[in-house]
């Protein structure tokens, strides 16, 4: 009796060389996965099917290549098919990710992103709504966040993980012991050092490669348009008045979109704020909801009302989540819409807002 050849794995570009020869190409992802990133030239056969093998697969000698999202699922189906005999199964290091990097490779002669960044992206990689394009987008990007405390502090955090290729951040503040309840970009060797020293630190140990531009000044109409030259999008983490009617100010002048959240107690509230933005021809801006001027007098602050550790990480959260799906040009952004959220009670409240036609700010645009 012969001996079954146990299921081997291999690279990406010996897999594309073994189905050129003939091998077939199976992809055991499941069938939605299958409709959202196709795999060209490939039959689909769902690991979760396993015991219902098709037609197509009946010839036990002929070569076959397995596929999946990651490699994973395709090395538990390459086993099952050697157990029924099959002498020439393999299944594809990395998965789609790894196959589809190699056609990019051959097909541009750069791949645009290194082995460290696709390593490092994969669960992006395999994401049809990212993919190698969105993942070089964020890489392009520059995002301007104003705000290195509460909401800052998970912003800055996610997009550096997210692989955002610049963040000028902007603060005045030196870290204090009362921040680090909340402020998870901090930690007790940084209390008295300024605040984007410590971020900047932050960002850099969790990804070496996003550059860091940190501006130890606050943010008012002297220097905003300055701070805006070359950015994709602006992250509102501030926690006064003032800073977002500057920085409001500055990105419809300049086209870009801000993201804005603001927080109190056990709620918060988050939106994108873009006049500009393509499709939404009643789109406000920050001063269309918020109209008093600048100058009024402040809400209590976080030290004097109190505000629930957790609550800026998931405002921040939110926000970054906007700035990446604007980045990448995927998804349904919050413009024209405010998102309430109450932790203490666990609820979410949508409120629509429409252009303000006598805004002072974005009053008068198209």
């Known amino acids: ?52 093998v098709p037609a197509a697969l009946a010839d036990r000698a002929r070569p076959l290549v397995l596929i999946c999202a990651m490699g994973s699922r395709s090395r538990l189906a390459a086993a099952r098919l050697a157990a029924l005999g099959h002498v020439d199964v393999c299944s594809v290091a990395g998965g789609r990710v790894a196959w589809e990097a190699v056609a990019d490779d051959s097909a541009t002669g750069d791949p645009g992103l290194d082995g460290w960044e696709r390593q490092r992206y994969a669960r992006h990689l395999v994401l049809p709504e990212v993919g190698a394009s969105g993942q070089l987008r964020l890489k392009a990007a520059t995002v301007l966040l104003v705000g290195a405390g509460g909401l800052g502090s998970p912003v800055a955090l996610y997009l550096a993980a997210a692989g955002i290729g610049r963040i000028r ?20 060797a940084g209390i008295g050092t300024p605040k984007v020293a410590s971020a900047a ?32 999008v602006a992250i509102d983490g501030s926690d006064n008045h003032a800073a977002r009617e500057a920085l409001n100010a ?34 406000p801006c920050w001063a269309c909801a918020f109209p008093a001027p600048a100058g009024v007098i402040e809400p209590p602050s976080c030290a004097e009302a109190g505000v629930l550790g957790v609550l800026p990480g998931i405002l921040g959260s939110l926000e970054a989540a906007e700035a990446i799906k604007l980045v990448i040009g995927t998804g349904e952004s919050l413009v024209g819409r405010l998102l309430l959220v109450d ?12 252009r303000d036609p006598a805004c002072r700010i974005c009053g008068g645009r198209a």
């Open 1 to 52: 009796m012969a001996t079954q050849m146990a299921p081997k794995e291999v690279d990406a570009a010996t897999a594309r060389a073994a189905v050129a020869a003939g091998a077939l190409l199976v992809d055991v992802r499941e069938p939605g996965e299958c409709a959202l990133a196709p795999i060209a030239g490939a039959i689909e056969w769902p690991l979760s099917r396993v015991d219902d």
């Open 201 to 232: 630190a932050a960002i850099r140990a969790l990804n070496p490669r996003v550059v860091v531009e940190p501006v130890a000044s606050a943010l008012d109409p002297s220097n905003a348009s300055v701070l805006l030259e070359g950015v994709s």
């Open 343 to 354: 932790v203490l009670g666990m609820r979410l409240r949508e409120v629509r807002v429409a």
């Open 169 to 188: 951040i902007v603060d005045p503040d030196l870290v204090e012991a009362s921040n680090l309840q909340r402020q998870v970009l901090h930690d007790e």
């Open 250 to 283: 500055a990105c419809v002048r300049a086209g870009v979109p801000m993201v804005s959240a603001a927080i109190e107690r056990f709620r918060g509230q988050v939106s994108v704020w873009w006049p500009a933005a393509p499709g939404h021809a009643d789109a």
